[in-house]
């Protein structure tokens, strides 16, 4: 089934998608700068560097950041992160984080994605509140002894975890994430990425083609999107039929 969060990072390497991450990942560290600008002191501005590097962010652009927060840049504006929730298609919730310095051209682009595709922009609250649970999430590279992960994995305050591909997603609650990540840090496991984040609570099946490649049209008009960080989503489509619309959508592409 596809089920998971669009995540800016996960765009592929084209020289658009490339400015955009780096973007991101620059208003994530000045967000995360906001609270102490020295990453030995300051664990969530440690993590933004670390992201940023692992998807190429040079030094500069990573220093620029920190400065844009302590005000040294001063052609640079305040970063703020914004939700924005609403419905796609079929009944589907979604909730989006943008990272934005210009709420006048962030808050109509939004409005402009959910309602173009068929979807409705809702109030703040109008999904989380029921339709999604916040905790935390890390992924990890997966390890060849799976039975000593498991030991290890028991001893923490974890909730769950999973397989997917080549990586391990652990999730916590939210106030256990600090305590199991800095566990997984004095192991000799990698962690790939590690963030605090909503998950749905159930999910809502997609049936119709309609709207399978509305849904697929608004997620891909979000993650190009300057502002958009990450988009979850209720969104419960079979491999079969995802298939079908991602077929759809490259048939259409390219045409003369």
Same mark, same amino acid.
């Given at each position: ?35 102490? /600008? ?41 970063? $703020? ?28 682009? #939004? ?11 809702? $109030? ?8 999604? +649970? ?15 992960? +498991? ?15 080549? +990586? ?36 809502? +099946? ?11 049209? #608004? ?6 999107? $300057? ?10 489509? /079979? ?18």
């Amino acid at each position: 089934m596809w089920r998971w969060p669009t995540v800016a990072g996960q765009k592929e390497a084209s020289a658009k998608a490339k400015s955009k991450i780096y973007n991101i990942h620059s208003k994530l560290i000045t967000l995360a700068a906001e609270k102490w /600008s020295d990453p030995s002191i300051n664990a969530a501005l440690a993590d933004a560097i670390h992201s940023a590097k692992r998807d190429g962010v040079t030094s500069d652009v990573i220093e620029r950041a920190v400065k844009r927060w302590a005000g040294i840049d001063k052609d640079s504006s305040k970063v $703020e992160e914004i939700f924005y929730e609403g419905y796609a298609p079929g009944g589907v919730a979604i909730i989006v984080r943008a990272l934005t310095d210009n709420r006048n051209r962030t808050a109509p682009s #939004m409005r402009h994605i959910f309602s173009a595709f068929g979807g409705s922009l809702g $109030e703040s609250g109008s999904v989380s509140n029921f339709a999604f +649970e916040y905790g935390g999430e890390i992924r990890i590279a997966k390890p060849d002894d799976m039975d000593a992960f +498991e030991m290890m994995i028991l001893d923490t305050s974890a909730e769950d975890y999973k397989i997917e591909w080549e +990586e391990i997603i652990i999730t916590t609650a939210r106030e256990n994430y600090a305590s199991v990540k800095s566990a997984i840090e004095k192991t000799p496991y990698t962690i790939n990425s590690a963030s605090l984040g909503y998950r749905a609570k159930n999910y809502t +099946e997609v049936t119709e083609m309609d709207n399978a490649l509305k849904i697929y049209k #608004m997620l891909e008009e979000f993650a190009a999107d $300057e502002d958009v960080e990450t988009v979850w989503n209720t969104a419960d489509i /079979s491999d079969e039929l995802w298939k079908q619309v991602t077929e759809f959508v490259a048939s259409k592409k390219f045409r003369t």
